[in-house]
């Protein structure tokens, strides 16, 4: 079964820094597009950062850009979000998500980690 797994939050102090990871499992990871969201109570899911599964190429949300940085190693199937210079307003659950396509690109595949609490205060 396809699972996502997050991990590396906690509190940290503005300005500090955190790693997170997600490990994937169940479905093909160098064919998956993956992206990082956040989101806080009574607020909508946001993308945060997102890296295609051929090239590598990354998109940021303008509010990181410069600050944190997508990457994905295929040989472990994990993604990770390097978080540097955290900020207060960084503070959310972090997600995970998975997008491929299947079925001779008629099935759209989308599924979701858990979330990894990231708190940032001082």
């Known amino acids: 079964q396809v699972q996502l797994v997050e991990s590396g939050g906690g509190l940290v102090q503005p300005g500090g820094s955190l790693r997170l990871s997600c490990a994937a499992s169940g479905f093909t990871f160098s064919s998956s597009a993956m992206r990082w969201y956040r989101q806080a109570p009574g607020k909508e899911r946001e993308l945060v950062a997102a890296i295609s599964s051929t090239r590598g190429s990354t998109n940021y949300a303008d509010s990181v850009k410069g600050r944190f940085t997508i990457s994905r190693d295929n040989a472990k199937n994990t993604v990770y979000l390097q978080m540097n210079s955290l900020k207060p307003e960084d503070t959310d659950v972090y997600y995970c998500?998975?997008?491929?396509?299947?079925?001779?690109?008629?099935?759209?595949?989308?599924?979701w980690g858990q979330g990894t609490q990231v708190t940032v205060s001082s």
């Open positions: 998500n998975a997008v491929w396509f299947s079925d001779l690109g008629r099935e759209r595949n989308d599924y």
